[in-house]
């Protein structure tokens, strides 16, 4: 079983502020972890994952993501935000690696940037 | 690399009619592709998981008959929502597996609207 649990439906943050969405996840098994971005209207795009090397992953447009287990989390961060990172951003969990490929998604976090 | 397209990216259809919805891995075979429903400002739902020339395994709740899925190659799925309702208006989304890359790649999505 598996699950993933975002703190904050919402999250406004000025431009140039740090920004951190926060996941927590659930997994039987060592999991991979996911963190996707999606624009109004659109698909998802990744930013980045964790398949169990470094549990500082980076990943595209300046963001980044610890896993730490001992927390069960994986927030995502990003030092200096940019008006372009207004979306909506979703945590995603699988067992790909012991052959369940089925990506678990969190109820997503709105990121609005204050000019 | 790695793309994935849909079509089409917008439909009406009235009720009571059924709407094909195309899941395209342009530059890759897919060994497995997904299907996705997402409600406004809600998360992705995995609806059912199909694998080329099997049958697709659906998530519980997903009534099978109503949501037929073909899986005909390594590179197409098809996604048919039979005697639309306007309950079934949504957002659905597809991805796809690229065979040991442990990531699945989305489509931009297909906004239907049952009227």
């Known amino acids: 079983a598996q699950s993933v649990t975002q703190l904050g439906s919402h999250v406004s943050v000025s431009e140039g502020a740090l920004v951190l969405l926060r996941c927590n996840y659930s997994?039987?098994?060592?999991?991979?972890l996911f963190w996707y971005v999606q624009y109004p209207n659109q698909g998802l795009q990744l930013l980045l994952k964790?398949?169990?090397?470094?549990?500082l992953v980076k990943g595209i447009n300046g963001f980044e993501a610890e896993f730490k287990k001992s927390e069960t989390s994986f927030h995502l961060t990003k030092p200096s935000a940019h008006m372009s990172d207004a979306a909506e951003y979703f945590c995603?969990?699988?067992?790909?690696?012991?052959?369940?490929?089925?990506?678990?998604f969190g109820t997503g976090t709105r990121l609005t940037i204050i000019p | 690399g790695a793309v994935v397209s849909q079509h089409p990216s917008r439909v009406i259809c009235k009720s009571g009619t059924s709407v094909k919805i195309e899941c395209r891995s342009l530059?890759?075979?897919?060994?497995?592709m997904f299907w996705y429903r997402q409600f406004p400002k809600q998360s992705l739902m995995l609806m059912a998981t199909?694998?080329?020339?099997?049958?697709?395994?659906?998530e519980q709740g997903v009534e099978k008959d109503k949501f037929l899925i073909n899986h005909a190659s390594l590179t197409l799925s098809t996604l048919t929502v039979t005697s639309a309702h306007p309950e079934d208006s949504s957002f659905y989304i597809c991805?796809?597996?690229?065979?040991?890359?442990?990531?699945?790649?989305f489509g931009p999505g297909t906004r239907l609207t049952v009227t």
């Open positions: 530059d890759f075979q897919a060994t497995t």
């Open positions: 995603a969990v699988s067992q790909m690696n012991f052959g369940n490929e089925k990506l678990t």
């Open positions: 997994s039987s098994v060592p999991p991979y």
């Open positions: 991805s796809a597996n690229l065979a040991g890359v442990f990531e699945q790649y």
């Open positions: 964790y398949t169990s090397a470094a549990t």
């Open positions: 199909s694998n080329e020339g099997s049958k697709a395994t659906y």
